[in-house]
């Protein structure tokens, strides 16, 4: 008894390092160097610093044994050394494949912490979509000068009672003709267009608002999957930490092959939940770079502060949200195009005026004389009657598109106010759930686990019970992670109209056609 007591010692007092090495890693999950801050507690270190430090647990062990460094790409798989066990009662025998961890993750510490500016930067200057809505202002624009264009002027030739031999008589020359269009219909014309450019300019503010809000929340994942990265690293360390117990209680006499088993088992999930989370990081990334039109950025870490969420905002910002999105605003913008066009159409059924004039030379005599009459002066003028084509069933289709615009508004505004009340209730809830990790459970499990690690120094627990303390409290790290992340999600939104997709096609209004007023009147459709 006396043998046993003084090995428990012996045991304790080597296990006793080692646990308080855990102990002093207790999560700050904001970047892995915090780990030894409280929860919400904050650091003083620069944002960048924090960055270039949160993905360096990948390359190292917990315990300060180095990981094989990766000789090729980012995401090259990387072997790392894995524990050997086998079943204490039968040394020859081992239950199972022994797999290394994939590290998918080398050298990435080392590399410049990319911040949320840098991203927006890029975006804002290359993203295609905006280029795109800048094209459609420009295109309604030259629109709108060629409607505007006074139609050309036709010359030609004209010929009456041409006879040829010895008679030699007939007229024949040249004319000018000139359509004069009355009822101010160029104009209306060209306003209606200038109305869908400027419908088209609150779009590319529309656009604007769209990439930001993709970008930021992309941003926001990826630092989440960060943070994840350094969570499940040290969810694994935790593993591997209780299946070494696990093999020195065996060969006490303490523990036997299931509990060996059943510790080895917790290390391949959480070797399994490490590479997803390495995976999810990498696929986050790239989203982000991808939406800056970035493509062939490499990976690296993110500078940021995921636990500083705002406040949730009063439910009156719904209102000024729709107010001042740019999607409603493009909606009522279509109503005055609507309108410009409606006023041009009713304005077409003016006739316009047609002016005819030339000069002819006459070879018919005059009377009594041998002579030709020479030079003549014509001129004509034709304007139509409006009597069974009125343009009324073209005013009638701009009435129609007066009242769907109008209706369009409508829709738009409740289609903002329902998408902006579920972003608030997500943030709402994601705030709750944030503020009552931070503040609540996790200290609580922050001391619980301290408690648990002075009991077993005194021998007044059992290591099983510290360690499932430990892995509670990063499991709670983890939930607070997602949380964070919904809440940044839905907050982005909001600050962004309830705008998203930085990659989808902007609106495309005012191209019904490409040849408008075309300079060949014979040609027009």
């Keep these: 008894m006396k043998h046993f007591l003084s090995f428990l010692v012996v045991l304790g007092v080597t296990l006793l390092p080692a646990a308080v090495a855990v102990a002093e890693q207790a999560p700050d999950m904001r970047m892995p160097r915090d780990m030894q801050m409280a929860p919400g507690e904050r650091s003083a270190d620069a944002p960048a610093a924090k960055a270039a430090n949160s993905l360096h647990v990948s390359e190292q062990e917990q315990d300060g044994q180095p990981r094989q460094a990766a000789a090729h790409g980012d995401e090259q798989s990387v072997t790392q050394p894995t524990l050997t066990m086998q079943e204490p009662e039968n040394p020859s025998r081992h239950t199972g494949a022994t797999l290394p961890a994939p590290n998918l993750l080398p050298g990435i510490a080392g590399r ?3 911040t949320l500016e840098d991203f927006l930067a890029w975006a804002m200057a290359h993203n295609p979509t905006l280029a795109q809505a800048r094209t459609a202002v420009d295109r309604v624009s030259a629109q709108a000068r060629q ?11 004209d010929g009456d009672q041409i006879r040829g031999g010895s008679y030699g008589s007939g007229e024949q020359g040249a004319f000018v003709q000139q359509t004069i269009v009355l009822g101010g219909k160029l104009g209306l014309r060209r306003a209606a267009y200038r109305a869908q450019a400027a419908a088209n300019t609150t779009g590319v503010a529309e656009q604007q608002a769209r990439v930001r809000a993709s970008v930021e929340q992309a941003f926001y994942r990826a630092l989440a999957a960060q943070a994840m990265v350094a969570a499940r690293h040290r969810l694994l360390a935790v593993a591997e930490d209780a299946v070494l117990t696990a093999r020195q209680l065996a060969n006490a006499g303490q523990a036997d092959a299931p509990d060996i088993l059943q510790a080895e088992v917790q290390v391949e999930q959480a070797q399994i939940d490490d590479g997803a989370a390495q995976r999810a990081y990498l696929a986050r990334f790239r989203e982000l770079a991808v939406l800056a039109n970035q493509p062939e950025l490499p990976v690296g870490p993110l500078a940021g502060d995921l636990e500083a969420l705002p406040t949730p905002a009063p439910p009156q ?3 000024a949200i729709v107010a001042a999105s ?3 605003q493009r909606a009522a913008a279509q109503v005055r195009v609507a309108q410009a066009q409606l006023r041009a159409a009713r304005r077409e059924a003016v006739p316009d005026l047609t002016l005819r004039a030339g000069e002819w030379w006459s070879g018919e005599f005059t009377a009594g004389t041998q002579h030709a009459a020479g030079p003549m002066s014509f001129a004509s003028a034709a304007i139509d009657l409006p009597l069974w ?8 289709a701009a009435t129609a598109e007066v009242h769907r615009a109008s209706a369009e508004v409508t829709r738009t505004q409740l289609a903002v106010r329902r998408r902006v009340a579920m972003l608030q209730e997500q943030y709402a809830t994601a705030h709750m759930a944030a503020e009552r990790y931070r503040l609540q459970m996790l200290p609580q499990a922050q001391r619980a686990y301290q408690l648990y690690s002075m009991k077993y120094q005194q021998m007044g627990s059992g290591y099983a019970q510290l360690l499932l303390s430990q892995r509670t409290l990063f499991e709670l790290r983890v939930a607070y992670v997602r949380a964070l992340q919904q809440a940044w999600e839905a907050e982005v939104a909001l600050q962004n109209d309830a705008l998203t997709g930085g990659l989808d096609a902007p609106m495309n209004d005012g191209s019904r056609s490409v040849e408008i007023n075309l300079p060949n009147a014979m040609s027009q459709p």
């Design 112 to 114: 410049t912490p990319r």
């Design 147 to 157: 409607a505007g264009l006074y139609p050309n002027p036709s010359v030609g030739y």
């Design 317 to 319: 910002q719904a209102e």
């Design 326 to 328: 740019p999607e409603t």
């Design 389 to 396: 084509n009125r343009n009324q069933g073209n005013v009638q």
